[in-house]
């Protein structure tokens, strides 16, 4: 099994322990979108209580990345996401994270 496929794994076990649904397919495909970044302990994880992670998250993925304007649309996404994947979950990975905000937002035609 290649790394890419146990962070897959990894992703999907961590999405059913959290009790939420979800498009393996699109989860690869959201993953595949991060890079290298998902092997890199500090850049697999986003931090829900860091206010300056959460605005980098908007401006590099949902602005840059989906193409979305800013708005209130984009932080109440990011509050509920990380509502989601729980506030004290230490374990917010990237991956889960922008994989939700991409259903979230309906953008799942750009992948």
Do not use: C, H, W
């Not at 939420?20 to 991060?34: E, I, M, N, R």
């Not at 290298?36 to 209580?49: F, H, L, M, Q, R």
């Amino acid at each position: 099994m290649s790394k890419f496929d146990e962070k897959i794994t990894l992703y999907q076990s961590e999405m059913k322990k959290l009790g939420l649904s979800f498009d393996a397919d699109l989860l690869t495909k959201v993953t595949k979108g991060l890079g290298p970044s998902i092997y890199k302990a500090d850049a697999e994880t986003v931090s829900g209580s860091d206010e300056k992670e959460l605005e980098t998250v908007k401006n590099n993925f949902l602005i840059k990345k989906l193409g979305l304007s800013d708005g209130p649309k984009l932080d109440s996404a990011l509050e509920s996401v990380i509502e989601k994947v729980g506030k004290s979950n230490r374990n917010k990975y990237r991956a889960i994270v922008y994989y939700l905000l991409v259903k979230e937002l309906g953008q799942e035609s750009k992948y």
